[in-house]
Each structure stands twice: as C-alpha cells, then as structure tokens.
C-alpha cells in the first residue's frame, strides 16, 4: 500500500463551459469543489451548468444541423475533421488520465491504458462509415426506383459515465459525429476536470461552431436535457434504475434512445479449466477500476469439488493487491469516486452478511489509511442465487462466489437475474464453450476472457437495456431511414 503525496494541476477555462464549441460564461454564479477521493482535499473549483446553459447548448446544435456545414460536408471532409479531433485526443492523453486519476481515483496505469485502446476505435469508426451506404438505389415492383437515404438523425444527447468516459466518447460521439449529427456531451459529476480536458482537445481540433458541448453536470440537467424537444437522439450509459426512466421520458415524446445499462456478469470456471489459468483472467475481470465496470465479473460460478481451493486463492490475490494513491503507477486498486459510491457497497456487504453469506477477505476500509474514501476489495461466500448481493449491481468491489452442480445449473443460475449484459466461461473444452455461448442470454459473450469487443455491434438484452453502439449496427442506429420514389419512365 502506499502513501504518495498527490499534486494538483491546472484545469483549462476552469471558470467557463464549452457550449457550441465555444467556451461560455455560466449563466448561473453555482461552483461546484472538486474533491480528491485520495486525500479528501479540495482540488479545484469548476461552473456547475445551468438550465439555461443546457438550453443554450441544444439552440447550438439545432443552428449546426440547420445551417452550418456539417451535415452538407463530404465523408472525407467530416473524417479529415475526425481525424484532427483524434490528435488533439492523443496529445491530451497525459492530462485526460492524471485528471481521470485525481478528480474519480482510476489509477494512472490504468487510465492511460484505456485511453490508449480507445483511440483504434476512432479509426474503426471511419472505416465503418466509409462502409456505410449512405444512398442506395433499388428497383420497386411496378419498375420504378426507390432511393433509401440514411440521414442523420439530428441532434444526440450522449449520457456518459465515470468509468468509462473516453471509451464511450470514441464509440458513441465520433459515431454520431461521422454520419452528421451535433452532439452535446453530459459527462458525470466525477469527471469534470476531466470534462474540460475532453473539451479543450475538441476546441483544438477546430470542429464547426455549434457541432460539440460538453456539460459536466448533475441529475437537474440530465432530466431537463433527456425531456427537451430539441434532442432527438439520447444515448444513455449508466444504472438500470435510470435507464428505465430515460427510456419513459423518451417514449412519451417518442424519441429515440439507445440505452446501455447494468450488468450482473457471471464467469463459469468449467472444471476442466486449470485453477492457476483461470485465477488472474479472473481478477483482470473482477478489480479493474474497483470493481466499477458494467461488465465487472461479480458473479463466480464453479462447481462444489473445487469451490474452496478456488476461493483461497481468490483471497490470496485479492489480499496482494496494491492499494493506495491512483496517481502512483504501482498502484492497481485506488479508493472509491466518493464516499457516497463506497458507503453504497459496503451497505450491499452489510446486508449480504445479514442474509447469510460470509466474507472471505475484505469488507472493511484499510487500516493503512486514515482518510480517502477507499474500500478493501471484498470476496464473499455462501451467496445464494437470491440474495440481493447476487441479483443486483453494486458497482463496487464486492464478488461472490457461488456453488454450481453441473453446467446445466452454472447456465440457469448465470441466466437467472434482470440483467443480460455480459457472461463468460473459462474452459479448454470448445464444444462446451460454444454451447454455453449459444444458451446465455447476454448481449456478449466472452470465452476465457471478459472485455467486450468495442469493434462490433455491443450492448445488452433484458434489463441490460436495448440498441447497439460501434459496428456497422452501431452506427446505423444513428441514422435516420428516407424513400425517395422514383416512378417508371422518369
């Protein structure tokens, strides 16, 4: 564990917000103190958005989309501006990574290597649209023509997440960017210095007047953004609980949404599968960023011959993590974003414990800290398929291990709760592999692995919430459909 001292940095245009690509004074006087999860101290002072603000970012948009170049630009010109907004990414990297690991505790080796593998993505996406068939002329039954035009949509509201803001930046709003629509940006709270980092690249990268804001805002102008009539796309990252509001707001003006939500992923270990293999694919799935990924592996699922041997030496690496300040690259497990978000897991151990299961390792804050808002990473037992710790997301470092009888069994209890994000096994047997693909109800499956592949069509099934982002089908959902009828003889 360690005890590195943090410093601090400065934050671009830290008393403006970037609306319409342009960096704005507030309407509203409202700052807001950006806290260090590590040290608890006071980093920097940023504008909290307003209403007025959000308004002022949609009349932005709407006036791109109407009479700017944007959506009259050639593909290659929108990729050349692409492009430069990728460089300007890169150069900012270093700073997007010390702010993620300062203002939200993702440790520095961690962030930058996300922030790395985000990039590809960007060039998928241009390989994608050029692969897209914007216009398309097709015969019709009484020997006339019709053209199919995808068009975009118009404007998009993308509602990202902490943990994963630059990923979902490259596969939802370059998208979205590519095929022509405006995007406005609500970042989370948690990453608002780097919300201004994010932007100052987008400002560099000299898109079109009106094209790009970012908001770095709470739930009062998420709402009002979500239920504006002048969004006409909303992509929503986050809880299940939200999504299904997202959704109601949207439908009751019937606007489109993608929605990508919670999961509750479940890693069969098959008991051909060696336990010295499995463990650190495993842990790579459990304790990335605490345990706060969508996709975190929280359900562990083998069978009662080798439940306890897996179990200790579970405990045995989880007990060698190094724990301490994100900002050290020696560091793989920073504290939580908040005290809120870290009173909210240990509350789910509480009552797991309460209900019946054991704690194995972890459930308690590290002694070796007497400030920050850190918690132990925490391996249960004796979970039960209906207990709450195993049916609902926790976004935190909370994992259960549970008893299965057969593979039958591991399938029925992987499949048994409202999510369907993401499901894995861990096997050498191919056959067994594939049919457990074939049976989980998931929107990705992984084999002797857990990462989702964000260079394909990737979202969930049940509660998990439904649409698609990257790919080909990611890229459609951005798009309107038009007809144009050509008659025989014209």
Same mark, same amino acid.
């Given at each position: 564990m360690t005890t590195q001292i943090q410093t601090k940095f400065d934050v671009p245009h830290n008393t403006e917000l970037y609306i319409g690509g342009r960096w704005e004074t507030s309407t509203s006087t409202s700052v807001v103190d950006v806290v260090s999860p590590y040290s608890e101290e006071v980093l920097c002072s940023l504008p909290e958005p307003s209403i007025e603000d959000a308004d002022l970012a949609v009349q932005c948009a709407h006036t791109a989309f109407d009479s700017g170049p944007w959506t009259s630009m050639s593909l290659d010109e929108r990729i050349k501006h692409v492009l430069s907004l990728r460089r300007a990414i890169e150069a900012r990297l270093p700073d997007l990574a010390q702010a993620w690991a300062l203002?939200?505790?993702?440790?520095?080796?961690?962030?930058?290597?996300?922030?790395?593998?985000?990039?590809?993505?960007?060039?998928?996406?241009?390989?994608?649209?050029?692969?897209? &068939?914007?216009?398309?002329?097709?015969?019709?039954?009484? #020997?006339g023509e019709v053209e199919v035009r995808r068009e975009p949509v118009g404007t998009m509201l993308a509602i990202l997440t902490y943990n994963g803001p630059l990923t979902e930046f490259t596969f939802t709003v370059i998208p979205a960017l590519l095929v022509g629509n405006p995007v406005i940006v609500k970042l989370p709270p948690e990453n608002r210095m780097l919300g201004h980092f994010l932007a100052s690249a987008v400002e560099e990268a000299g898109?079109?007047? #009106?094209?790009v804001s970012i908001l770095t805002a709470g739930t009062e102008v998420s709402k009002h953004l979500v239920a504006?009539?002048?969004?006409?796309?909303?992509?929503?990252?986050?809880?299940?609980?939200?999504?299904?509001?997202?959704?109601?707001?949207?439908?009751q003006r019937l606007a489109r949404a993608t929605l990508e939500l919670g999961g509750k992923s479940a890693a069969i270990v098959a008991d051909d599968m060696p336990?010295?293999?499995?463990?650190?694919?495993?842990?790579?799935?459990?304790?990335?960023?605490?345990?706060?990924?969508?996709?975190?592996?929280?359900?562990i699922l083998v069978s009662d011959s080798r439940h306890d041997e897996l179990v200790e030496r579970l405990v045995e690496r989880l007990k060698s993590l190094s724990i301490g300040d994100p900002l050290d690259r020696e560091v793989a497990f920073g504290p939580m974003p908040s005290a809120r978000i870290r009173d909210r897991s240990e509350a789910f151990i509480e009552r797991a414990v309460k209900e019946g299961a054991a704690i194995a390792t972890g459930g308690r804050r590290p002694e070796a800290f007497n400030r920050g808002f850190f918690l132990e990473p925490t391996l249960l037992t004796n979970v039960t398929e209906t207990m709450e710790v195993a049916q609902t997301e926790i976004f935190g470092p909370v994992y259960s291990v549970m008893r299965y009888k057969d593979i039958?069994?591991?399938?029925?209890?992987?499949?048994?709760?409202?999510? #369907?994000?993401?499901?894995?096994i861990y096997t050498h047997d191919d056959a067994l592999a594939w049919d457990v693909a074939g049976r989980a109800k998931v929107?990705?499956? #992984?084999?002797?692995?857990?990462?989702?592949?964000?260079?394909?069509?990737?979202?969930?099934? &049940? &509660?998990?919430?439904?649409?698609?982002?990257a790919g080909i089908e990611g890229m459609l959902e951005l798009t309107n459909v038009k007809q144009i009828i050509i008659p025989k003889g014209l």
């Open positions: 203002e939200a505790a993702m440790p520095l080796a961690t962030g930058t290597a996300f922030g790395e593998a985000a990039l590809p993505f960007i060039d998928d996406a241009i390989e994608v649209a050029r692969s897209v &068939k914007f216009t398309e002329r097709r015969a019709t039954t009484d #020997g898109l079109p007047d #009106g094209l504006h009539e002048g969004i006409d796309l909303v992509h929503f990252t986050g809880g299940t609980e939200i999504g299904i509001d997202v959704a109601t707001v949207c439908a336990l010295d293999e499995v463990v650190p694919l495993l842990l790579g799935g459990m304790t990335t960023y605490q345990g706060q990924q969508c996709v975190a592996l929280t359900r039958d069994d591991a399938v029925r209890i992987t499949n048994g709760t409202q999510y #369907g994000l993401l499901s894995a929107g990705a499956f #992984g084999i002797n692995g857990s990462f989702p592949c964000l260079t394909a069509p990737y979202g969930g099934v &049940k &509660k998990s919430g439904y649409g698609r982002v």
